[in-house]
């Protein structure tokens, strides 16, 4: 992947061009933006860029043997490193790692692909960098001298998620870095990282996708422009969201079952309620709490033809027939305060409450939303629950 290839972030791949054509490089650049933005996909080309034994214009030139090792991701001077779980083994790491050199966009890490086969749901297992991993994968390569490469390139991805002695241990190498030495590290948590390592790291921001960019992208892989708009808009920004829901089977369903959900509890009956509870809460809580962020969606998208009628900025553009009659028949709804009451019942799945009786509490919630109730009475339900 060159440069000129990034989707988007025109303003990142100038400050990288830059760099690379001065000849200024940092030895460590802090790439940080919301997930699915590219931050992977500009840190693989800023390393081939990096290794290009014949650079044109401050980008790799695609053609010489450190492009096409870099290319397929079997150059000795480029390491990438994942955060993993405690039983992660190296061949499922490396299969990982080879899926983001095949397509930095697509989910490859275990936080975005739990499993390899599409089909495991979650772990509850920590996801991270411990010492010895740092130690192994970043210490000793880090610390030989270059094989053959112009640079040693390590690039980190979620590196907020290393634990403290793991980040102590990489704070040596960033104080003692080495010549030739470049270290990418990639987050959307900032706040997460300590201030010692960011004081050290050239930051360089990543903005969402714009709409029509996650739409273009979708479609040059092959997607039907309307299904390709339809994901664009609920992708919040995020090019490996959209791809993630393209490959999801069952999101049309979920969110049939959300549309469901929220009409049952506008209806009131208890027995219905019970039993769409029962089928959202089954598959578990993770699952809830992905239902519940597709529900915030919808809700958004009526507040949003609520107050102003605007079609243009709606996500679940292909229920905009449906989400119009709502708006129209429930002109009182308070869709304000169920927006919150469903952020609330999120923060408490979270916190690992019984997720049927936050459901039944939120669709009380609703209920009443959606005929108007006072603030205070849909708090007090809400709290009640």
Not at 155 to 178: H, Q, S, T, V, Y
Not at 308 to 330: A, E, P, W
Not at 347 to 362: F, I, K
């Amino acid at each position: 992947m060159a440069l000129d290839s990034i989707i988007g972030q025109a303003r990142v791949r100038a400050s990288l061009q830059r760099a690379l054509s001065s000849g200024r490089v940092a030895h460590a650049y802090l790439f940080h933006g919301p997930d699915g933005s590219g931050k992977a996909a500009a840190a693989l080309a800023f390393a081939r860029a990096l290794q290009c034994m014949r650079p044109v214009n401050g980008d790799a030139c695609g053609e010489c043997m450190a492009c096409q090792k870099t290319e397929r991701g079997v150059h000795p001077d480029v390491h990438v490193l994942m955060p993993v779980t405690k039983d992660t083994d190296e061949e499922e790491r490396g299969r990982r790692i080879q899926l983001l050199w095949e397509d930095p966009y697509q989910p490859a890490d275990l936080q975005s692909l739990p499993s390899l086969d599409g089909k495991g749901a979650a772990s509850n297992k920590q996801i991270i960098y411990s010492r010895e991993n740092v130690v192994a994968w970043l210490q000793r390569p880090m610390s030989f001298h270059r094989v053959e490469g112009r640079y040693r390139v390590a690039i980190l991805l979620r590196a907020d998620k290393m634990r403290e002695e793991a980040a102590n241990a990489f704070l040596k190498l960033l104080e003692e870095p080495g010549s030739q030495s470049v270290f990418l590290l990639l987050t959307d948590r900032v706040d997460h990282l300590l201030p010692t390592i960011l004081s050290r790291c050239q930051q360089i921001r990543f903005d969402p996708l714009a709409r029509e960019e996650v739409e273009l992208a979708m479609q040059q892989r092959g997607m039907a422009p309307a299904q390709a708009a339809t994901l664009a808009r609920m992708s919040g920004g995020s090019l490996r969201q959209a791809i993630a829901l393209s490959e999801d089977a069952d999101m049309l369903a979920i969110r049939d079952d959300v549309l469901q959900y929220l009409r049952k509890s506008y209806q009131g009956k208890g027995d219905a309620v019970v039993a769409q509870v029962d089928q959202m809460a089954r598959p578990g809580r993770e699952a809830v709490k992905f239902q519940l962020d597709v529900l915030l969606g919808i809700l958004r998208d009526m507040l949003l033809l609520q107050q102003s009628g605007d079609r243009d900025l709606v996500v679940n553009i292909d229920q905009i027939v449906s989400l119009m009659k709502f708006t129209n028949k429930l002109p009182d709804a308070r869709l304000d305060l169920m927006i919150q009451s469903v952020e609330k019942t999120t923060r408490l799945v979270e916190r690992n409450v019984n997720v049927r009786l936050a459901l039944t509490t939120l669709s009380r919630s609703l209920q009443m939303g959606m005929h108007g109730a006072p603030d205070a009475a849909m708090s007090t339900d809400l709290v009640a629950g």
